[in-house]
């Protein structure tokens, strides 16, 4: 059953200093508007034990202070 969501399987890697990171790679014809206009993306790393490890990101939709004085000339 699909919960609407994509999910995908994180692949852990261990960088120079010994610490631990996780990648995960997905190819598809989407884009994702990081601009200050678009309200931006946030992305949220939950990673609680081993195997369970999250990865979130969603578009902010309420415009940000900066931009709503951008636009109104403040």
Do not use: W
């Not at 960088?15 to 990081?34: E, I, N």
Request: one cysteine or more.
């Amino acid at each position: 059953m699909s919960d609407g969501k994509i999910h995908l399987d994180l692949v852990p890697g261990v960088d120079r200093d010994g610490k631990k990171y996780y990648v995960a790679k997905l190819k598809g014809p989407f884009l994702l508007d990081c601009s200050e206009k678009a309200g931006g993306v946030a992305f949220m790393v939950f990673v609680s034990e081993e195997g369970n490890e999250e990865l979130q990101i969603a578009q902010i939709t309420a415009p940000t202070k900066r931009f709503e004085k951008e636009r109104d000339g403040r």
